[in-house]
């Protein structure tokens, strides 16, 4: 298993960028999938980005262009870059990794995005 702490959340200005971290426990390098999900108030929590063992990322269209998912296995940390913020994206960000047998997941971070 692995512990999860996400950071860089806050408010932003629509338009506005910001960048969360997930950083990991212990190493990052062997685990296939990790990623990011995000739940507004009221909402279904939903997928924003994934980043597999070979690096390959997956991102829902909604989402395509302005999120991207990288991630720095010497620091054993996962980020996601926001660009062109926008209201509808306000919401509390979690990191996952999966994991067998169960996934693990962060405690979550709040974004606001607002004037």
């Known amino acids: 298993q692995v512990q999860l702490v996400e950071s860089g959340g806050g408010l932003v200005q629509p338009g506005g960028s910001l960048r969360l971290s997930c950083a990991a426990s212990?190493?990052?390098?062997?685990?296939?999938?990790m990623g990011w999900y995000r739940q507004a108030p009221g909402k279904q929590r939903e997928l924003v980005a994934r980043?597999?063992?070979?690096?390959?990322?997956n991102y829902p269209d909604s989402l395509k262009g302005r999120f991207t998912i990288s991630r720095d296995t010497a620091k054993n940390t996962l980020y996601l870059q926001m660009n062109s913020l926008k209201p509808e994206d306000t919401a509390v960000y979690y990191c996952?990794?999966?994991?067998?047998?169960?996934?693990?997941w962060g405690q979550g971070t709040q974004v606001t995005v607002s004037l």
């Open positions: 212990r190493s990052i390098f062997s685990i296939n999938v």
């Open positions: 996952y990794a999966h994991m067998v047998p169960v996934d693990c």
């Open positions: 980043i597999f063992g070979n690096g390959a990322t």
